[in-house]
Each structure stands twice: as C-alpha cells, then as structure tokens.
C-alpha cells in the first residue's frame, strides 16, 4: 500500500516529524531503496510543514535529475552547484575561524594542479624521490575535493562520468580556498565588513544579471504555480502577498531582495496591527516557498527569506475557546427562528458535527447518504476543496439535528448544494461568504469575547464534549478530520456504527 506523504509525519514515540516519500518503481535501482526518509528536526507542526515542503522539492528535483540522461557539466555549471559549499564553510567556522585547520590555504592554490615536469638535471638528484612540499596535503585536500564532489551528485541525483565529476571536485577546491582565505583575514583581526558573503570570482553581480533580465517576482509565483498547481484561491492569495511585497519595497527584482528587506516588511505588518500567526502563515511563508522555488530551479543563488521568523506564542488570555452551553444554547435558540438556511441549519450542524463551516457550506444533497440504517453527511473533494485527506471523511447526524428538522429540510431537495442560495466567492466556494453570514450573526447575539471564533468554536467545543464524555481518541479524531497521530491509527476502518454509537455520548444541548 503506498505511504501517504503529502504532510509530514510525526514518529509517534519522539514526536519528531519527518518526511517518508516512497521512491518511484521506475527509480528503485538508481536509488537504492523504497522509502526516502529523513528527519526534519522538530516537534514544531508549522515548522515541520515548510521543512517538509523544501526537502520535497529537493527530492524532487534529485528524481528529476535521475530520470534525465547522464550530464556534461559546464565550467559554469559546476561552480554554480559548489557555490554553496563556500557559504557552508564560512557559515562552520565563522564563529572561531583560527580553529579551522583541515584546509591549507597555503597549497589551496595547487589542489588539482599537475607537478611540475623535471628537468633532466632534477633527475639526477635523489632528493627528486622526497615528496614535495605540502604535497600529502594537497593529495588529502583533492580526495576531500572529490568525496564531496560525489556526495554533491548524489544528493542532486546527477549522473555524471568522470570528467565531470573532477570538474565539480576542482570547483568545490576553488570555492573552499576562497572561502577560508576569507576566514583567515577574519582571524588575523581584519573588520569583520571585508569578509563578504561568498560569491565566485565570476559569478555575475546583481547589477549585471538585472542587465542581463532581472527575475521578477511575479514570474517566480508564475512557474511555481505552474509546477505545483495548487488551487485557484491559493494562487490568488499569494499573488496578492507577494504584490504587497513588491509595493513595500518599491521593486519587483527578486534578485535585489534582502534579509533586512524582509525584516523591515515583517515589521511594518506588526506595526499595522496584523496578528504575528497571520504575518507567519500568510505572508512570510509563501514568499519563503516562493524563493525557495526560484533557487531549486536555478532563479536564484539562494534564500533570503529562509531564517526569517516570527514569535507566534499566544499570549494569555488570547487562546480560542470552546462555545460554553449558555453561549451554545443562545446561539441553537436564535438559530431555530432564522428562515435563511444558512443561520439556521449550519450552528446547529457545526454544534453536532465539529465539521467546518467550509465543509458545511458546500454540502450537496447527494452527501448526505443512509448507510447501515444510519443517515450520515459526506465531506469529500466531489463537492469541494478540503484542507488536508485527513478531512476526507463521514460523519453519523447526531439525534439532536434528526429531531430538529436537519433530515426533512436536506430530503426536500433533489440534487446540488443543500446551501444554494448561498453565493460562491470568485473561486465557486461558498465557505468564505458562509464564514462572514456566521460571524455577523453571532456577534449580533452579543457573544463579544475575542477569544471565540464564531464560526471554529463548535470546533473547539466538539473536541471538549468529546474529552468530558468519554468518547474513542482515535474516532474522535476520525469524526473531526484531524487526521491519523501514528501510524497504528491509519489500520483498518472506522465503521459508521462505531461513529454513530460515539457521536451519541454527546448530550443534545438543552434549549
């Protein structure tokens, strides 16, 4: 059975999450195993998703290199793929530069250079048979050279002969001697100002590649979406991010894109009020992606976006909230009196379900089904978009919606969305105009209190009934579309009996 891999998995004993991706049949003898997996280093589930996300595309891009025929490497393109390893060497010794004694930059500048050719009189003398000065040094350094070489096709999945392998080895002794020429300065006490970021002596600078074509950002989020086509309203929302980006800096050349940049931008959307979950989620996050897409395609020479992050603790007093029985009773109470369907049936199917008000709002009559003599509500991707496969699921009607009326108003139709009169946003969706019906009405009952969210509470609410009745971990989960914890929880099924006889621990709200 194949693995499911399109989220990051948490090791059910550390709790660590990491990426298992199963190889392609067509890949297995290149690759050498089944499974790729490899530990993302945190218990942190947002951080683990974008982690997720960039080792994906890195494994992507290694498959995509192994199905392509074996590479001649460029001079060009083998600095460019050692480029890095300049970065990386700064990076390990930057703090305590004197300490780093593995490369000599004194022969640095005869790795890979043939010995000179004697001359006849040379010969002649025995000390020809002595090894040169620094000659073991340099051997070491030139076998370091290609085991990195090696390592560094392999992980990009390049095939390359030999040739090319030396050529890559030779790069990556040019750019290590660069590097630790500049750790040396650093050591000898020059300002720290002199020992600039790595680049290559030939490596185009940002003035001649913006002659030479500048690449936009909004080209960046076009061959991104091409590649990963993600859904409409996610484009949308990305594109409106990354042109709020643009507008604050007053450029679109992502080449010309710093740290600082980001950091100030960050900054001006705390000043302005927004909630530092929204500046991590929905503004920092896709230009992190977005980036990350322009490197692994060879757009850009690196990530400015990748270490910039943002505290989203919540503070006290901040945390959402569960409905409590007197709200949810206001709430149910005013919801009987509504004629318009969605103030009338959505709190109360929420308050029964803890599904989402996206997943409510675009029910079709063809999702509520009878199965096993127990009427159930479907959410699948056939009526729209869900979050994650997780929330792919079905969910018994609890006996309070049967005996309000839930059933009768459903089978009165005959096809196509329970909510009609509900209008689709641009997108055809009609959660987010649901969304907004539910929030005014709420809050018109005068259930203020910023914590609840009008619309998720009976989310948060569902999940405490579930804990103070007693109800199956793993069908609680089930019912709620949270998705597996381990992987013992992702064997067998969840029969609709065992919904249906849990769901009913929930006592009906006395009205």
Known sequence: MPLAMAR????????????????????????????????????????????????????????????????????????????????????????????????????????????????????????????????????????????????????????????????????????????????????????????MPFTLANKPSPASRQAAGAVSFSKLVDGWAAERRPAPKTVYEWQRVIKQLASFLGHENAHDLTADDLLRWKSSMVDAGLRPKTVRDAKLAPVRAILQWGVHNQRLAGNVAEKVTIDVRAKQGEKKRSFTDEEGRIILLAALTQKDPVRRWVPWIGAYSGARVSEICQLRREDVVEIEGIWCIKVMPEAGSVKTSGSERLIPLHPALVENGFLEFVLKKTTGPIFSGLMPDKFGKRGGNGTKVIGRFVRQLGISDPRISPSHSWRHRIKTLGRRHGLAQDILEAITGHGSKTVADAYGEFPVEALYRELCKIPSLQL
């Open 8 to 195: 990051p998995w948490k090791h059910p004993k550390t709790g660590i999450y990491w990426l298992r991706k199963r190889v392609p049949d067509n890949l297995l003898r290149l690759v050498g195993k089944r499974e790729e997996k490899r530990s993302l280093g945190t218990r942190d589930p947002a951080a683990a998703k974008h982690l997720h996300a960039v080792a994906l595309a890195e494994i992507e891009l290694r498959w995509s290199n192994l199905r392509s025929p074996p590479k001649a490497l460029s001079e060009r393109e083998a600095f460019d793929l050692a480029a890095p390893i300049g970065d990386w060497w700064i990076a390990q010794h930057r703090d305590n530069p004197s300490a780093q004694a593995t490369w000599k930059t004194e022969y640095g500048e005869l790795v890979f250079t043939p010995p000179p050719i004697p001359n006849p009189d040379d010969l002649k003398s025995p000390d020809w048979l002595l090894p040169r000065d620094g000659e073991f040094d340099v051997l070491h350094m030139e076998q370091w050279c290609l085991q990195g070489a090696s390592e560094l096709s392999e992980l990009r999945g390049l095939q390359l002969d030999e040739t090319c392998r030396r050529l890559l080895a030779k790069s990556i002794g040019r750019v290590v001697q660069r590097a630790s020429l500049q750790l040396k300065r650093l050591a000898d006490g020059e300002p720290a100002e002199i020992v």
